[in-house]
């Protein structure tokens, strides 16, 4: 397995790509765009580790019960989209963050993680 898709690595992937999106915002004068961007990928960060979470508890279940891993997976997924949609509600009511700039850096933290499956 490549060492990027080793959970520790990809959270830091996302971190370095989201940081990078949200450091063009700042370097071309969009402030409050680079700290939405930075929280998009937090929350791309947020999801890759409840998604590590569900993985190795389904792992663990898998040896008892195969068809209550898929369950897991399923229901984790579902989750993450409860999560992400919370997250980015209270990015955008609470915190009055800048709706493109906070999706594209959740999107470039989450084609990151594309990207390393591709490699593989």
Known sequence: MHSVLQPRG??????????????TF???????????????????VAL????K??????????????????LILYLGAVQRCIIVLGVFGVGFAVFKLEPLASLIGFGAAQLSYLACLMRE
């Open 26 to 44: 700042w370097i071309t004068g969009y402030f409050p765009q680079a700290q939405s961007a930075l929280y998009g990928g937090l929350a791309s």
């Open 53 to 70: 979470r569900s993985v190795i508890k389904a792992g663990k279940i898998t040896l008892d019960t195969p068809g209550k891993s898929v």
């Open 10 to 23: 990809l959270m830091v992937l996302q971190m370095v790509v989201s940081m990078g999106v949200a450091a």
């Open 48 to 51: 890759a580790v409840l998604l």
